[in-house]
């Protein structure tokens, strides 16, 4: 199909905005369903997935893909919550252009700046579209104007093009037209069309138009500007990436007749079809039962069947090109985020930069056969949602989740049930607390048991010292003239790396410590590689406690981005949470405070800090040192892992 003939575009805004009914319009509109579905009834074409009609709210990007006229359009309706914002960031790749949708009664929100965001930073075309302008108290006039001051000057409503502020917008954009206009006092429709083509498509201009899903206004207005404003794939704003052979930059030669090239931005798993690889087609052609080269993987995979994809359903096809977006079933070794080429003219293109987890949960097994599930079922939830890790607390042993938001964990747990039947409970993962020592101490370690027949027998003195921040552990060797045999020494260092494993006071490992075996003795029958050990073990427990042991926990640094009026709420709290603020700064039109906190103040910030700023601010953290408890709260952890230890050997 003729590339010139392609529109694609995502649909991105605040939860709520209307993104998925504004689809079900568009397929309405352009004749592509017999039947509007809506968001209530659960019957939409993009939020087929059970927890997005069990939720009423759109969790992962959906894929239209329908004829219109004589084009083909595709459209991505993203989800709008900021625990989804990887979808968006994903799907935007995807797409050559972006309708940002903006309530006309609650103007721009959280969800409007980063998708805003997001686009600028792929530099991608947008039409905005005010939504909801039928209710009672839409104040549309109110929020163009805001548009204006906080996105872009150059956004201008393009409901007449006789206006003169749309005339005037475009003349700006073109210093040849501006002279002209301001010679004439007006421009001919022959030039300013092509012009606001232009300057959409090169982001010189952000037309804005006003409407409602509900009463169908604006759709005719928003379809023609589609088509006649946004751009063909072949006209997509230059694509860059880098060429694996010499690391150089490298960009894209788009048509339909070059080499053939594309990018993995998403892989989904269909409860029919299995695993389904998606798949924006830059340039060139891809036929069904051929091969690609995958670049990243430096690797060539055959491939069965492409489909291209409206909903949940598939459609066979023998071959795409330009500007499709596509599904093929199956792959084995490409993944999300995978460049695809040719072998002999290969492109790299940048990876989906995600958000990291910003929270992390404990997950428990409630029996034992999903015991034995959990892992490979986490393992393929992670591949659908590169937002969502699984690791295991080498010092806990506990399996932790992390996501964006407990909104994403709690999604991911529903899906863990529904798909693969396992059932976990959540927890709070405990934090990876040590231990360290303040001072020197030297003390002896003797384990005897001699009572008739073959007895045990090791003896050891030793020394223990804090080494500098960061070191974790050192065993030196001082003994002289055989006070203890030589093949027991290592057996004395096994039992003390042992005991600082486990730790001394509260079950967590001891680090920054120097052990120097000093001297000890030894009996001829009763010595053995145990006894050494365990005389090293106790020589360790018994030391720790003469040297100042204290406990050490993981400090965050953490960024929070707010808008100005909370700024006092938000150096309060972090304060009440033991933090350090280190700094403030100014981003855009947010403010953004840094300070480091440690991390078991930090479990439920995601949702405090919902609840301070109704969900207009956003935070980032990542580890930065390990710092001394305070001893009061030392206590406390201390008291509760003896207890907890003590139960553990009463059972
Ligand atoms: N009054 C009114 N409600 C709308 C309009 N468009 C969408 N809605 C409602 O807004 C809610 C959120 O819509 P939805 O399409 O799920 O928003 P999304 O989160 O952006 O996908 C639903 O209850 C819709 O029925 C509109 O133009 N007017
Ligand atoms: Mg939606």
Not at 266 to 293: C, E, H, W
Not at 447 to 458: A, D, E, H, R
Not at 501 to 528: C, F
Request: charged share 25%.
């Amino acid at each position: 199909m003729d590339a010139k003939l392609k529109r694609n575009f995502i649909l991105v805004g605040h939860a709520q905005s209307g993104k998925t009914s504004l689809s079900e319009s568009i397929l309405a509109f352009c004749k592509a369903t017999s039947r509007k579905g809506s968001v209530a009834e659960g019957n939409t074409v993009s939020d087929y997935s059970a927890d997005e009609i069990e939720r009423k709210i759109s969790i992962s990007s959906g894929l239209l893909t329908f004829k219109y006229n004589n084009y083909q359009i595709q459209v991505i309706d993203a989800p709008g919550y900021a625990d989804f914002i990887g979808e968006v960031i994903s799907s935007s790749r995807a797409v050559d252009a972006a309708v940002i949708l903006v309530d006309a009664v609650s103007g721009i929100e959280v969800g409007t700046e980063k998708s805003w965001e997001i686009l600028d930073s792929l530099r991608l075309p947008r039409i905005l579209f005010i939504n909801k302008i039928e209710k009672e108290n839409a104040n549309p006039a109110g929020i163009i104007a805001e548009i204006k001051e906080r996105f872009s000057k150059k956004a201008v409503l393009i409901e007449s093009l006789d206006s003169s502020d749309l005339i005037e917008a475009v003349a700006e954009t073109d210093d040849k037209l501006l002279e002209k206009y301001l010679e004439a006092g007006s421009l001919p429709k022959e030039e300013l069309l092509p012009a606001l083509r232009s300057a959409v498509i090169n982001c010189k201009l952000y037309p804005i138009i006003q409407g409602s899903v509900a009463t169908d206004k604006g759709m005719q207005e928003l379809m023609q500007a589609i088509l006649d404003y946004f751009p063909s794939p072949l006209e997509r704003p230059p694509l860059k990436g880098k060429d694996p052979k010499n690391n150089e930059e490298k960009q894209v030669n788009i048509s339909e007749s070059n080499d053939f090239c594309a990018f993995v931005f998403k892989t989904i798993s269909d409860p029919y079809v299995g695993q389904l690889t998606m798949i924006r087609i830059f340039s060139g052609m891809l036929a069904s039962n051929t091969a690609f080269y995958n670049v990243s993987k430096a690797l060539k995979e055959r491939i069965g069947q492409i489909y291209l994809v409206h909903g949940k359903e598939q459609r066979a096809v023998e071959s795409v090109n330009c500007g499709d977006i596509i599904a093929i079933a199956k792959l084995k070794d490409t993944a999300t985020s995978d460049s695809l080429a040719t072998e002999q003219n290969p492109i790299l293109f940048d990876p989906i930069k995600f958000p990291e987890p910003a929270i992390s949960s404990s997950v428990k097994p409630r029996s034992r056969q999903d015991e034995e599930r959990i892992s490979a079922s986490l393992a393929k939830l992670t591949v659908e949602d590169p937002t969502f890790k699984v690791s295991r607390d080498i010092q806990t042993k506990e399996q932790i989740i992390s996501g964006i938001g407990d909104l994403h964990l709690d999604i991911m747990i529903g899906r863990l049930k529904k798909r693969f039947n396992v059932e976990v409970d959540l927890g709070t993962p405990k934090v990876a607390y040590k231990e360290t020592i303040t001072k020197s101490a030297r003390v002896q370690g003797k384990y005897k048991k001699q009572s008739g027949g073959k007895g045990q027998y090791g003896d050891v003195w030793i020394e223990i010292e804090p080494l500098p921040k960061g070191e974790e552990f050192e065993f030196v060797d001082k003994i002289f003239g055989g006070a203890i045999p030589r093949n027991f020494i290592p057996s004395v260092e096994k039992g003390v790396r042992k005991a600082i494993a486990e730790g001394a006071i509260s079950g967590n490992p001891l680090v920054g410590v120097r052990v120097t075996l000093v001297d000890g003795s030894y009996h001829t029958v009763d010595s053995s590689d145990i006894a050494f050990q365990i005389a090293g073990r106790m020589a360790l427990r018994k030391a720790v406690q003469e040297a100042g042991a204290v406990l050490l926990e993981p400090i965050m640094e953490v960024e929070v981005y707010v808008p100005d009026e909370f700024m006092g709420h938000i150096t309060g709290d972090l304060n009440s949470r033991r933090g350090r603020i280190m700094g403030m700064d100014t981003k855009g039109k947010l403010q953004v405070v840094k300070a480091t906190v440690p991390l078991s103040e930090m479990f439920s910030y995601a949702s405090d800090l919902r609840s301070l700023t109704g969900g207009r601010g956003s935070y980032s953290m990542k580890f930065s040192t390990y710092e001394q408890v305070p001893q009061k709260i030392a206590s406390t952890i201390i008291a509760q892992a003896q207890a907890a230890k003590k139960e553990e050997q009463e059972e």
